[in-house]
């Protein structure tokens, strides 16, 4: 694997310093969409681990979703918008075509240079700006400002259409090969088309949630067994720890208390794991 330094440089080496840092830019911001991409995938693509989430806090999950959802909405339109907004100019693949269109930048090589490859460009470039048309709508009107036409007047408002990761998901894909075909150029069968690895973090959280519930889950099945209407609540808490190799009274009063502590906290984290329906 090699750095992102010697990944900057091997781009200035090919394509000149001021586009090689633009498309090591734009390299980096899509790789971090797919990353987000991915993990939002991983936490909220299979239904028993929604179900899981919601369980464990369904409010704070729906935000982390919608920051999720709103941040991949971000990172399609900036990498698609125009050349130029506002009179700033902008780090988009649109401006790939338009700097190795230029006649005036020496450092491209010639192989950059023939027209049906450079139309080719331009086509993929197009087609990733239209499928980017849905992210724009979200952007325009919601995440960046509030369109009054969507929500006012109620009756006869014009919401937008739901977002739908799978139209999130066919944008990337469209940024995806604009990159890649770039690339193929700049380095034909190398490591930079490898396909993108890393360490799931969402992953890793759902695998410990999952254990932590099946440990309250088994917790649970031996409170069970030993929950008597006329059992005090102490002597179910040493039933239950005694299988833990815990004696209760052989702890000073403080430990003793903290168990017992630990021990109600178990019991009303299982109840309300099957409450809601988490097994």
């Known amino acids: 694997m090699i750095s992102g330094q010697e990944t900057r440089d091997r781009f200035r080496e090919v394509l000149g310093s001021d586009v090689g840092d633009e498309f090591y830019g734009l390299y980096c911001d899509y790789h971090d969409a797919q990353v987000l991409f991915e993990e939002y995938r991983v936490l909220f693509g299979n239904p028993k681990d929604v179900n899981m989430l919601n369980a464990i806090g369904g409010r704070f999950f729906g935000l982390i979703q919608q920051i999720?959802?709103?941040?991949?909405i971000l990172f399609?339109?900036?990498?698609?918008?125009?050349p130029t907004?506002?009179?700033h100019e902008c780090l988009s693949i649109r401006i790939l075509p338009l700097r190795i269109k230029d006649d005036q930048?020496?450092?491209?090589?010639d192989r950059f240079r023939d027209p049906e490859w450079v139309k080719k460009l331009d086509e993929?470039?197009?087609k990733a700006k239209k499928k980017a048309k849905y992210a724009r709508q979200h952007r325009d009107k919601r995440i960046a400002h509030h369109d009054r036409?969507?929500?006012?007047?109620?009756?006869?408002?014009?919401?937008?259409?739901?977002?739908?990761?799978i139209e999130v998901k066919h944008a990337l894909k469209r940024i995806c090969i604009v990159i890649y075909y770039v690339l193929a150029k700049m380095e034909p069968g190398t490591h930079f088309l490898n396909t993108l690895v890393y360490q799931s973090?969402?992953?890793?959280?759902?695998a410990h949630e999952r254990l932590r519930i099946e440990l309250l889950l088994t917790i649970g099945s031996h409170v069970d067994s030993e929950i008597n209407p006329n059992t005090p609540f102490y002597r179910r808490a040493n039933s239950v720890f005694d299988r833990f190799n815990v004696d209760l009274s052989r702890l000073d009063s403080e430990t003793r208390s903290k168990y017992m502590e630990l021990f109600r906290d178990f019991e009303w984290e299982v109840k309300g794991f099957r409450d809601k329906g988490v097994s």
């Not at 930048?105 to 090589?109: A, D, F, H, S, V």
């Not at 007047?153 to 739901?162: F, H, N, Q, T, V």
Request: hydrophobic share 35%; no cysteine.
């Open 68 to 72: 999720m959802q709103d941040s991949l």
């Open 76 to 82: 399609i339109t900036r990498l698609t918008d125009r």
């Open 85 to 87: 907004m506002g009179g």
């Open 105 to 109: 930048n020496r450092e491209i090589p």
């Open 124 to 126: 993929l470039v197009k």
């Open 149 to 165: 036409d969507t929500t006012i007047p109620y009756e006869s408002a014009s919401p937008l259409k739901p977002l739908n990761i």
């Open 201 to 206: 973090g969402a992953g890793d959280f759902l």
